[in-house]
């Protein structure tokens, strides 16, 4: 045994040896490679759905109403997040568990989200959904916003897991959560204004376009119930791969029907676009409408005009805020903005872009950083900052510049005051940001771009568009900006196979400065295919033999094109060459000059006007058109070339296509040989060939008087346009001139009225002055009550009747015990305002002093009783005044 306990530690001690001379000798690069940072821990996903409610005031009988119809059980958490006073404990959760059945707890640690069961913030704290925990944290804020905190931290934490109702309060609280939600794939609810005790908090959310649907709290708690099974939500909690898993790749004709339906309505195509993101907001709109098979939302789609709207603004909605990404604002400021102002002076213009702007933040962020460079510059350069997007109802709202008070956290409290103005708990941009900025509905894809930019800013847009697509619009932007103008991509993002255009200047933001080459032509008729989906799939032996039997007919297809096909042209209604067809260098030329790819300008000199008259009968007809035996002389031969043109479209698309067919008939023959061969034929046929060409010449010139007369027709309608325009724009300033005059008239009205309040109310302080001093200086008790025998006013000397100061006014006068003996002074007061009359009655102190207590009803100007007066003068030998001081006697002993 103890042998075999030696050879036990003799192999240990050998291995440990071995494992250390190993060690040693390991290469550098293995060395590098175990130094290599660990990796990022995997975002750990909810363990159920998250409800978030979020309420002001009037949101906790709301939020009672809604868990009172929600079932016990129901698979979701539930976190209500209320306006709660910072300074006092509170009962909400006690309260709450009044109206559920469902356990609820007031956070007070970080918690692990449990099914069926409610959650509720406590005062003076927020929570936040952190690694699939809910997470306290302290309030900062001087402004509450705890709602949007939640909604946000459950929209990156959750993703479609996550459902935002907001409910009745004040202010704007939540609307900037419910947008994240929405992004992220989740649901969100707002309550209804006629249930809301105080609506404004949810009208903000409306307003903003980011609620999915306006219900009572009964009828959230109803469609809570109804989605809580729904596939959308379930898969929601699993992960990644489970997620991928289950998406349903065969149903690329119902895709085909829904974007189509969208094409019609809206004339967008989104066949370019990335599957994963539209797959994810269809689905999330088949979970709003309970609908589980894509076949049926389609359907549904067809003739629902207002939810192909709802699903065209989902596909477009996108996360943006004010200075998203600091840094980056931070680096224009201090290097990119004073390079491009640098070579501006007052003459020049400053021109930037943002394409897919969506709710404008990114844009007024970009014009405020200019105006913070320039400085005291500012009024003397143009500036001129263009946004653009997809969405008509996005360009709305961001031309209107009013974004809720959640903004404070992204703009800072000195841009605020600087560049923003406050509004009822939002906040609209200032007029000088707002002149500079124009919003406009642009496709970017298809739509020509702005020119002459110094800057152009498309970030977190080409994300969402398919490679092929890239390739159009990343030359677009190219040629678009000025030389040495920028091009700003998000972080995910890149300019790819056209690194030859763009230089990398800061790899960080990802900032791009432009080449000084040539812009690429955009992508031709032939290399352009309508994209498809790519469905990941396992390929197989038959998949594999099928792509090469394809390609082999490609190719051959290919060469006979290439070697009997006629030459030809693919141009558009604008005569603007597209693509170039088999050997076309015979019949067309580049003239001396600016470079042009029209074709009336390619086509050599002698077949312009035959095939001039040719398109024109095309496009007038939208027919194929022919025109035979045109005449081509080139190098001193002549030969006959039939044209043709084609009319067709692409599937799929309504743009209209030209293609036009030249057909050489004859080989070439010298003209002077012509004559000699043929004889009178010769010249006969000559005769036939000018005729022909002078009655295509007399055609073309009439087809070119036509369409001027057409262009001036156009251009007389339009000018009728303008100046009605005009017109009504005169008219408009005539109605604002009126409007001024009538405003400036009420202003002066209101100057004047307030001069007489205020001489008003100096009177009034004269008087009251008056009063106090005269009734201070005549020495008598005197106690003013009203008609409920309240004291409202009394005399210093009234202390030792009465009892009463003047800290006491207010209070009833049976509160006080006066030092005279009467028993039933509130009877005689009572009496005294009835009947008007006077009452007098002699009474003793405790001391036997007498005194005359006299009570008058009290008239007010109008001569109405609001209450008594009582008076008490002494009548001991002493004297006697009268309260009113109108009649005064003295004895004298």
């Not at 809604?66 to 909400?92: C, G, I, T, W, Y």
């Not at 491009?340 to 400053?350: C, F, G, M, V, Y």
């Not at 600087?418 to 009822?424: L, N, P, V």
């Not at 490609?554 to 088999?582: C, K, N, T, W």
């Given at each position: 045994m103890r042998n075999a306990m030696a050879a036990k530690r003799n192999s240990k001690r050998s291995a440990s040896l071995s494992r250390t001379k190993e060690s040693r000798t390991k290469s550098p690069q293995s060395k590098r490679a175990k130094a290599k940072p660990k990796s990022k821990p995997a975002k750990k996903h909810l363990s159920c759905p998250i409800v978030g409610v979020g309420g002001s005031a009037g949101g906790f009988e709301a939020t009672m109403e809604l868990l009172r119809h929600l079932p016990a059980k129901n698979e979701m958490s539930f976190v209500v997040v209320q306006h709660l006073d910072p300074h006092h404990s509170s009962k909400l959760a006690s309260l709450l568990g009044k109206a559920t059945a469902m356990p609820v707890i007031e956070i007070t640690k970080t918690t692990k989200p449990q099914p069926n069961t409610v959650y509720v913030q406590p005062p003076n704290k927020c929570v936040l959904v952190k690694d699939g925990k809910l997470v306290l944290v302290r309030r900062t804020r001087q402004v509450n916003v705890s709602i949007d905190q939640f909604f946000e931290s459950l929209a990156e934490a959750g993703g479609s897991g996550g459902i935002g109702v907001v409910l009745s309060g004040t202010g704007s609280d939540g609307t900037a959560g419910l947008r994240a939600i929405k992004v992220a794939g989740g649901l969100t609810f707002a309550q209804d204004e006629g249930s809301a005790k105080f609506a404004e908090m949810p009208r903000n959310a409306i307003r903003s376009g980011f609620v999915d649907a306006v219900r009572s709290p009964r009828e959230i708690a109803r469609e809570i119930r109804h989605i809580i099974e729904h596939p959308y939500i379930r898969r929601s909690i699993a992960s990644d791969n489970e997620r991928a898993a289950k998406l349903d790749y065969?149903?690329?004709?119902?895709?085909?029907?829904?974007?189509l339906s969208l094409k019609k309505q809206m004339g967008v195509d989104f066949t370019g676009y990335k599957f994963e993101t539209l797959n994810r907001r269809i689905q999330r709109r088949m979970a709003l409408h309970r609908m589980t098979k894509l076949s049926h939302y389609a359907r549904f789609l067809r003739n629902n005009?207002?939810?192909?709207?709802?699903?065209?603004?989902?596909?477009?909605?996108?996360?943006?805020?004010?200075?998203?990404?600091?840094?980056?604002?931070t680096a224009l400021r201090n290097r990119f903005l004073p390079a491009i102002l640098k070579n501006k002076d007052r003459q020049s213009e400053l021109r930037a872009w943002v394409p897919g702007c969506a709710t404008g933040e990114e844009v007024y962020s970009l014009a405020i950083s200019i105006l913070e460079t320039l400085g005291k510059r500012a009024s003397d350069l143009r500036i001129?900052?263009?946004?653009?997007?997809?969405?008509?109802?996005?360009?709305?709202?961001?031309?209107?510049g009013i974004f809720p008070g959640a903004i404070e956290k992204d703009v800072g409290r000195a841009r605020l005051k600087r560049f923003f103005e406050k509004r009822d708990g939002s906040y609209q941009v200032g007029r000088r940001v707002r002149e500079i900025c124009t919003f406009a509905r642009q496709n970017v894809v298809t739509d020509p771009p702005f020119s002459r930019l110094d800057l152009i800013s498309c970030r977190n847009v080409l994300i969402y568009l398919s490679p092929e697509l890239h390739k159009r619009c990343i030359p677009q932007f190219h040629h678009a900006l000025n030389p040495g103008g920028y091009l700003i991509l998000g972080p995910a993002e890149s300019v790819g196979m056209f690194d030859e255009l763009f230089n990398l200047v800061e790899k960080k933001n990802k900032i791009y400065a432009k080449k000084m080459v040539a812009t690429p032509r955009p992508t031709g008729l032939a290399d352009y295919q309508v994209p498809r989906f790519a469905h990941p799939a396992v390929k197989t032996i038959s998949a594999q033999a099928a792509t090469f039997s394809e390609q082999l007919v490609r190719a051959a297809d290919h060469i006979m094109l290439s070697a009997y096909a006629p030459a030809a042209v693919v141009i558009d209604r604008e005569l603007h060459v597209h693509q170039f067809r088999g050997r076309s260098e015979l019949y067309l030329e580049h003239q001396p000059g600016p470079s042009s790819l029209n074709l009336l300008q390619l086509v050599r000199s002698s077949l312009a006007a035959d095939l001039r008259n040719a398109i024109r009968r095309c496009i007038k007809t939208n027919k194929p058109a022919r025109t035979d035996r045109s005449i081509l002389k080139h190098n001193s031969k002549t030969r006959e070339v039939n044209i043709q043109v084609v009319p067709f479209k692409i599937p799929g698309t309504d743009k209209e296509w030209l293609l036009v067919i030249f057909d050489e008939t004859t080989k070439g023959a010298k003209p002077g040989k012509m004559p000699q061969l043929l004889g009178k034929t010769a010249s006969q046929r000559e005769i036939t060939e000018l005729r022909r060409e002078l009655t295509a010449s007399k055609e073309s010139v009439q087809a070119i008087i036509e369409e001027q007369e057409a262009t001036n027709e156009e251009l007389k309608s339009a000018n009728e346009e303008i100046e009605s325009s005009n017109e009504e724009l005169?008219?408009?300033?005539?109605?604002?001139?009126?409007?001024?005059?009538?405003?400036?008239?009420?202003?002066?009205?209101?100057?004047?009225l307030n001069e007489e309040l205020s001489n008003r109310n100096l009177e009034m302080m004269e008087m009251n002055s008056d009063l106090k001093n005269l009734l201070a200086s005549m020495q008598l008790p005197i106690v003013m009550v009203d008609n409920d025998l309240l004291v409202r006013r009394v005399t210093p000397a009234a202390r030792s009747a009465f009892n009463v100061l003047q800290s006491d006014v207010g209070r009833p006068i049976s509160d006080f015990k006066p030092n005279i003996a009467i028993a039933?002074?509130?009877?005689?007061?009572?009496?005294?305002?009835?009947?008007?009359?006077?009452?007098?009655?002699?009474?003793?102190?405790r001391e036997g002093r007498q005194y005359s207590l006299?009570?008058?009803p009290y008239r007010t100007t109008e001569n109405k009783i609001n209450g008594a007066v009582i008076t008490l003068v002494d009548i001991n030998g002493g004297g006697e005044q009268e309260a009113d001081g109108s009649k005064a006697t003295k004895r004298t002993k």
């Amino acid at each position: 045994m103890r042998n075999a306990m030696a050879a036990k530690r003799n192999s240990k001690r050998s291995a440990s040896l071995s494992r250390t001379k190993e060690s040693r000798t390991k290469s550098p690069q293995s060395k590098r490679a175990k130094a290599k940072p660990k990796s990022k821990p995997a975002k750990k996903h909810l363990s159920c759905p998250i409800v978030g409610v979020g309420g002001s005031a009037g949101g906790f009988e709301a939020t009672m109403e809604l868990l009172r119809h929600l079932p016990a059980k129901n698979e979701m958490s539930f976190v209500v997040v209320q306006h709660l006073d910072p300074h006092h404990s509170s009962k909400l959760a006690s309260l709450l568990g009044k109206a559920t059945a469902m356990p609820v707890i007031e956070i007070t640690k970080t918690t692990k989200p449990q099914p069926n069961t409610v959650y509720v913030q406590p005062p003076n704290k927020c929570v936040l959904v952190k690694d699939g925990k809910l997470v306290l944290v302290r309030r900062t804020r001087q402004v509450n916003v705890s709602i949007d905190q939640f909604f946000e931290s459950l929209a990156e934490a959750g993703g479609s897991g996550g459902i935002g109702v907001v409910l009745s309060g004040t202010g704007s609280d939540g609307t900037a959560g419910l947008r994240a939600i929405k992004v992220a794939g989740g649901l969100t609810f707002a309550q209804d204004e006629g249930s809301a005790k105080f609506a404004e908090m949810p009208r903000n959310a409306i307003r903003s376009g980011f609620v999915d649907a306006v219900r009572s709290p009964r009828e959230i708690a109803r469609e809570i119930r109804h989605i809580i099974e729904h596939p959308y939500i379930r898969r929601s909690i699993a992960s990644d791969n489970e997620r991928a898993a289950k998406l349903d790749y065969q149903k690329a004709d119902d895709l085909g029907r829904i974007f189509l339906s969208l094409k019609k309505q809206m004339g967008v195509d989104f066949t370019g676009y990335k599957f994963e993101t539209l797959n994810r907001r269809i689905q999330r709109r088949m979970a709003l409408h309970r609908m589980t098979k894509l076949s049926h939302y389609a359907r549904f789609l067809r003739n629902n005009k207002k939810e192909i709207e709802s699903l065209f603004d989902d596909l477009l909605i996108n996360v943006t805020r004010f200075f998203r990404d600091p840094s980056l604002f931070t680096a224009l400021r201090n290097r990119f903005l004073p390079a491009i102002l640098k070579n501006k002076d007052r003459q020049s213009e400053l021109r930037a872009w943002v394409p897919g702007c969506a709710t404008g933040e990114e844009v007024y962020s970009l014009a405020i950083s200019i105006l913070e460079t320039l400085g005291k510059r500012a009024s003397d350069l143009r500036i001129q900052i263009f946004g653009t997007d997809l969405s008509e109802a996005m360009i709305d709202h961001a031309r209107a510049g009013i974004f809720p008070g959640a903004i404070e956290k992204d703009v800072g409290r000195a841009r605020l005051k600087r560049f923003f103005e406050k509004r009822d708990g939002s906040y609209q941009v200032g007029r000088r940001v707002r002149e500079i900025c124009t919003f406009a509905r642009q496709n970017v894809v298809t739509d020509p771009p702005f020119s002459r930019l110094d800057l152009i800013s498309c970030r977190n847009v080409l994300i969402y568009l398919s490679p092929e697509l890239h390739k159009r619009c990343i030359p677009q932007f190219h040629h678009a900006l000025n030389p040495g103008g920028y091009l700003i991509l998000g972080p995910a993002e890149s300019v790819g196979m056209f690194d030859e255009l763009f230089n990398l200047v800061e790899k960080k933001n990802k900032i791009y400065a432009k080449k000084m080459v040539a812009t690429p032509r955009p992508t031709g008729l032939a290399d352009y295919q309508v994209p498809r989906f790519a469905h990941p799939a396992v390929k197989t032996i038959s998949a594999q033999a099928a792509t090469f039997s394809e390609q082999l007919v490609r190719a051959a297809d290919h060469i006979m094109l290439s070697a009997y096909a006629p030459a030809a042209v693919v141009i558009d209604r604008e005569l603007h060459v597209h693509q170039f067809r088999g050997r076309s260098e015979l019949y067309l030329e580049h003239q001396p000059g600016p470079s042009s790819l029209n074709l009336l300008q390619l086509v050599r000199s002698s077949l312009a006007a035959d095939l001039r008259n040719a398109i024109r009968r095309c496009i007038k007809t939208n027919k194929p058109a022919r025109t035979d035996r045109s005449i081509l002389k080139h190098n001193s031969k002549t030969r006959e070339v039939n044209i043709q043109v084609v009319p067709f479209k692409i599937p799929g698309t309504d743009k209209e296509w030209l293609l036009v067919i030249f057909d050489e008939t004859t080989k070439g023959a010298k003209p002077g040989k012509m004559p000699q061969l043929l004889g009178k034929t010769a010249s006969q046929r000559e005769i036939t060939e000018l005729r022909r060409e002078l009655t295509a010449s007399k055609e073309s010139v009439q087809a070119i008087i036509e369409e001027q007369e057409a262009t001036n027709e156009e251009l007389k309608s339009a000018n009728e346009e303008i100046e009605s325009s005009n017109e009504e724009l005169q008219s408009t300033n005539e109605e604002l001139e009126t409007a001024k005059e009538e405003l400036q008239s009420t202003n002066e009205e209101l100057t004047t009225l307030n001069e007489e309040l205020s001489n008003r109310n100096l009177e009034m302080m004269e008087m009251n002055s008056d009063l106090k001093n005269l009734l201070a200086s005549m020495q008598l008790p005197i106690v003013m009550v009203d008609n409920d025998l309240l004291v409202r006013r009394v005399t210093p000397a009234a202390r030792s009747a009465f009892n009463v100061l003047q800290s006491d006014v207010g209070r009833p006068i049976s509160d006080f015990k006066p030092n005279i003996a009467i028993a039933d002074l509130e009877d005689l007061l009572r009496e005294v305002i009835e009947t008007l009359a006077m009452r007098e009655r002699r009474v003793t102190d405790r001391e036997g002093r007498q005194y005359s207590l006299r009570v008058r009803p009290y008239r007010t100007t109008e001569n109405k009783i609001n209450g008594a007066v009582i008076t008490l003068v002494d009548i001991n030998g002493g004297g006697e005044q009268e309260a009113d001081g109108s009649k005064a006697t003295k004895r004298t002993k």
